[in-house]
């Protein structure tokens, strides 16, 4: 049985990691990034440093690997042309796979739509593919007045938690909670965007397990 988590509507302001992470062991997750979008590298890498920071609370390091759509000329970013035989391969073992897509529409209603999803094979325990609906983050930072950036890399954070976590609950507070008001984005409270101390326990935990296979 699947299950299809979808992420509802809500910058970052970095928190210092705590001295004991200095002497955890960091665990890395590769993560390949398919941006069918046509944002800016500066955008979309702005954004993927948010997700990183917010995610490295559990001491894993995420590993961005670019496979980006060939632009009108056909041709690949020079940085992108290094992935590419990479990411034609199916996923290894551990490696997730994020998916920035515009839908196409976006209006007042979007305030009731995902900005993501996640899709967990809840029979199995796992997943391994995030989606995140660019131009309902950018309506949505329109609509609160805060960066599109930093909201998207939350989104990011919150669909990799799922996956990190291998399901599609939810939390009361924090970055996992379900809906994300526009009264929370504009009140910008740290811990509205970080996971709880019991995520961060099972991100390790998971993140850990996935490299030893």
């Not at 062991?25 to 590298?41: I, Q, S």
């Not at 196409?104 to 996640?118: F, I, K, M, Q």
């Not at 809840?122 to 599109?148: F, K, N, S």
């Not at 938690?161 to 291998?166: D, Y």
């Amino acid at each position: 049985m699947t299950a299809l988590h979808s992420l509802s509507v809500a910058v970052v302001l970095m928190l210092p990691l705590p001295a004991s992470a200095a002497e955890t062991l960091w665990t890395e997750v590769a993560v390949r990034v398919y941006d069918a979008t046509g944002a800016g590298p500066g955008t979309r890498r702005a954004s993927l440093d948010i997700a990183s920071r917010i995610v490295s609370a559990a001491s894993v390091e995420l590993i961005w690997r670019h496979c980006n759509q060939p632009a009108a000329t056909g041709r690949l970013a020079p940085a992108d042309q290094a992935n590419k035989t990479h990411c034609d391969l199916p996923l290894a073992p551990g490696e997730l796979a994020l998916r920035l897509v515009r839908t196409g529409t976006v209006n007042e209603r979007s305030r009731e739509l995902p900005l993501g999803d996640a899709l967990i094979n809840t029979r199995a325990g796992g997943g391994v593919l995030a989606t995140i609906y660019l131009d309902r983050v950018e309506w949505m930072a329109q609509q609160t007045g805060i960066d599109p950036r930093a909201l998207l890399g939350r989104a990011i954070a919150h669909e990799l938690g799922h996956l990190l976590m291998a399901t599609s609950a939810h939390a009361a507070n924090g970055l996992m909670r379900p809906i994300w008001l526009q009264s929370e984005i504009r009140r910008r409270h740290n811990t509205d965007w970080t996971f709880r101390p019991t995520e961060i326990a099972a991100i390790r935990e998971r993140a850990a397990f996935l490299q030893r296979d």
